[in-house]
């Protein structure tokens, strides 16, 4: 027996089990899917939405957009981190570390100061190009840092944001938008119903399409020497994978708001598992992030029930956690 054919049959044989794991997640995804949908102020049962039309309405209109608007803003984020944190070959960096959100929160503000009352698309399409400018100007930042240190381009990507917030706030003062921002930072799920959250299908849309150039995007995330040489277009890479994420970021943070911590949380624990390959680990990434997201407004919901915490309460607690843990983690291996 050759070595390639000894290879080829160990990573069969590792297969089955991944499928399997991956199976058992995709069902506690669709459990957390089923409690959400049962889940909130207004009491919903499988009987009612029989009998009672205004159960049925209820559910239509509010909970399976708000369930469908949780799972796929945290797709995007989730993918978003995994994909930042390639192509800037660092654990530590994602939309909310890197000051994407902050950027994409900037052009949103700036949207509703000049044309209050601009169409969604409007505000989508501002976003997105604050967000994409603020990615591509993080990046330019730090292929200029000599530091190797893994901590120091997340504090680079964090001050640049923190500044970015700052002029935010300074505006939002100026002009009594501080309510309105305040609304933006605080991510929630409470005013999600029919006709709104529509717009996050989008996210669905770039999830397939990193799926498709997961290969690229994992070329490129080794370094422009590694790409080139393999006749990949490192530039074009790079614009599609900053794109793809700016798009991410921008569209989550118009419809729902800011979701800190998740795109860091979901690409290191999957990563514990199934290692760096982007295209075997996507699917891995999107219903860990969408189980994350989904308990965590699940907890939202019933800790001061009727009313409810703003879920990027909850997540912020559990991210920061969790950045502590691998930061620390990261630091005894060193």
């Not at 080139?228 to 921008?250: F, H, K, P, W």
């Not at 708001?257 to 998740?262: A, I, V």
């Not at 760096?276 to 019933?302: E, N, Q």
Request: with cysteine; hydrophobic share 60%; proline share 4%.
């Amino acid at each position: 027996m050759t070595l390639a054919t000894a290879a080829r049959q160990h990573a069969a044989g590792a297969r089955g089990p991944r499928r399997g794991a991956l199976a058992l997640l995709g069902a506690a995804t669709a459990a957390l899917v089923v409690v959400s949908l049962f889940v909130g102020g207004f009491d919903i049962d499988l009987a009612g939405l029989a009998a009672d039309p205004e159960q049925l309405r209820q559910f239509l209109v509010s909970r399976v957009p708000r369930t469908l608007a949780i799972v796929f803003s945290a797709v995007a984020m989730s993918i978003s981190g995994v994909v930042m944190q390639l192509l800037t070959q660092n654990r530590f960096v994602e939309p909310t570390t890197a000051g994407t959100t902050q950027w994409a929160g900037l052009g949103m503000l700036l949207a509703l100061l000049a044309w209050p009352s601009a169409p969604f698309l409007v505000r989508l399409v501002l976003a997105t190009a604050f967000a994409l400018v603020g990615t591509l100007a993080f990046l330019a930042i730090i292929q200029r840092i000599r530091s190797r240190d893994r901590l120091m381009v997340p504090l680079v990507g964090i001050m640049l944001g923190a500044v970015v917030g700052a002029v935010s706030t300074f505006i939002a003062i100026e002009f009594d938008l501080l309510q309105s921002m305040g609304t933006w930072r605080s991510a929630g799920f409470s005013g999600v119903v029919r006709g709104f959250y529509e717009p996050l299908w989008v996210a669905a849309i770039v999830a397939i399409a990193i799926y498709v150039l997961a290969d690229r995007l994992t070329l490129a995330g080794l370094g422009r020497d590694v790409a080139t040489n393999a006749g990949l277009d490192y530039r074009v890479a790079m614009l599609l994978g900053t794109s793809a994420v700016a798009l991410c970021t921008g569209v989550t943070s118009v419809v729902v708001g800011f979701l800190p911590f998740l795109g860091l949380i979901v690409p290191n624990l999957v990563s514990m598992v199934m290692g760096d390959d982007l295209k075997r680990s996507l699917p891995w990434v999107a219903l860990t992030g969408a189980s994350i997201l989904l308990l965590c407004d699940i907890l939202a919901r019933a800790v001061i029930a009727p009313m409810e915490v703003p879920v990027s309460v909850i997540l912020g607690v559990i991210g920061s956690v969790v950045f502590l843990v691998i930061a620390l983690r990261g630091r005894r291996a060193a």
